[in-house]
C-alpha cells in the first residue's frame, strides 16, 4: 500500500486560512485519485474534497464548496488542501487518502480508498 504523510495542521483563527499537504510514497502516484476527510469530536468521519488522476477532475462537499481548493503535485507526490474562510465548524482531525485503483476519478466514497494517512489536526478559534 501507498504510505500518506499530512502536514500542516494547526491552529488558526475564524476567517483565515491554512494548506494541509500530503506527501505519499510510492512510485504510482500519477495514476490515482486522491481525496480528503476529516473527523471532529463525537462525529463521524465525513468527506472534504476529492481530486482525480489526472488532477482534471475535483469533487467537493456541499459545506466547504467555494471555501476549499484541492490540488495535486504528481512529479512531488504531494497533494494539498488549500482552506480559506474557515469556520468553528471546521474543527476536525483531517485525513489524506488514496484510491489505488488506477485512473481513478474523484468521488466521495469513503470505502473506495484503500490508504490512509495518521491524520493532522486543524482547530479553528473565535
Known amino acids: 500500500q501507498v504510505q500518506l504523510v499530512e502536514s500542516g495542521g494547526g491552529l488558526v483563527q475564524a476567517g483565515g486560512s491554512l494548506r494541509l499537504s500530503c506527501v505519499a510514497s510510492?512510485?504510482?502516484?500519477?495514476?490515482?485519485?486522491m481525496g480528503w476527510f476529516r473527523q471532529a469530536p463525537g462525529k463521524e468521519r465525513e468527506f472534504v474534497a476529492a481530486?482525480?488522476?489526472?488532477?482534471?477532475?475535483?469533487y467537493y462537499a456541499d459545506s466547504v464548496k467555494g471555501r476549499f481548493t484541492i490540488s495535486r503535485e504528481n512529479a512531488k507526490n504531494t497533494v494539498h488542501l488549500q482552506m480559506g474562510s474557515l469556520k468553528l465548524e471546521d474543527t476536525a482531525v483531517y485525513y489524506c487518502?488514496?484510491?489505488?485503483?488506477?485512473?481513478?476519478?474523484?468521488?466521495?466514497?469513503?470505502?473506495?480508498?484503500?490508504?490512509w494517512g495518521q491524520g493532522t489536526q486543524v482547530t479553528v478559534s473565535s
Open positions: 487518502a488514496a484510491d489505488l485503483r488506477q485512473w481513478s476519478t474523484a468521488h466521495s466514497d469513503s470505502q473506495r480508498f484503500d490508504s
Open positions: 510510492g512510485r504510482t502516484f500519477s495514476r490515482h485519485a
Open positions: 481530486i482525480g488522476w489526472s488532477g482534471s477532475t475535483t
